[in-house]
């Protein structure tokens, strides 16, 4: 299974860009790269998820560089309720593939 | 659709006893996984269902954890006996056809064992 590594924390401010950097070195050919975003008391929501490249939707965006061995989840202006632990997971999508596994996520905190 | 939801919402029991929680997946979904989160541990993936069939029990802790899946609508996971260290929020998550598609999970039931 591969491995993810992402920072432990990060601050940032209200209105500001936050990057997120997750490393996978041993990201297989049929791994997604997906994210989640969890508030306390709250189950992990689905952010993004892609395969390679540039994925946008509504609430973010995620690069994937060629060699799909990190990514970075960018989220654009962030407020104080984005405040919240965002985990970055590799997974096979195929029938009966592997295991989601949580890393240890990385703790945003977003201040005014 | 509700969403995927968890019963009961808290559960305080002594050491000992058993412990049942109670899942209901998404409609037409077909995976199904029950996590367990701690502050030491974080979030640890127990055992996880595809078409009502256990996949991958390797995260299961010790014999007295067990999981059925009867039917595509109902998962249960039981604590048999229970002891002070199974105290976590345990969720329970749903995917529509294949692992490793977008998880939906419930609001977990927070356990306390005393």
């Known amino acids: 299974l591969a491995k993810t590594t992402q920072p432990i924390s990060m601050d940032s401010y209200e209105g500001q860009e936050v990057n997120i950097t997750c490393s996978h070195n041993?990201?297989?050919?049929?791994?997604?790269i997906t994210w989640y975003q969890q508030f306390p008391s709250q189950g992990p929501r689905f952010i993004i998820q892609?395969?390679?490249t540039k994925v946008t939707n509504e609430v973010a965006s995620l690069f994937i560089p060629a060699d799909r061995k990190s990514s970075t989840l960018s989220l654009p202006r962030v407020s104080l309720s984005d405040t919240a632990v965002y985990y970055c997971?590799?997974?096979?999508?195929?029938?009966?593939?592997?295991?989601?596994?949580f890393g240890q996520g990385t703790e945003l905190s977003v201040k005014p | 659709d509700a969403g995927v939801i968890q019963s009961p919402r808290h559960e305080v029991t002594e050491m000992g006893q058993e412990v049942t929680l109670r899942c209901k997946p998404i409609?037409?979904?077909?995976?199904l996984f029950w996590y367990r989160q701690t502050m030491m541990r974080g979030l640890e993936l127990l055992i996880y269902?595809?078409?009502?069939?256990?996949?991958?029990d390797s995260g299961m802790p010790e014999d007295r954890f067990s999981a059925k899946m009867p039917n595509a609508s109902f998962s249960t996971l039981k604590i048999q006996p229970s002891e002070p260290r199974d105290s976590a929020v345990y969720f329970c998550?749903?995917?529509?056809?294949?692992?490793?598609?977008?998880?939906?999970f419930g609001s977990g039931t927070q356990l306390s064992v005393l």
């Open positions: 041993n990201i297989a050919t049929n791994d997604y």
């Open positions: 269902f595809n078409n009502n069939v256990p996949i991958d």
């Open positions: 997971l590799v997974g096979d999508r195929g029938n009966q593939g592997g295991k989601l596994i």
């Open positions: 409609s037409g979904h077909n995976s």
């Open positions: 998550a749903s995917s529509k056809d294949r692992v490793g598609e977008k998880l939906f």
């Open positions: 892609g395969y390679k």
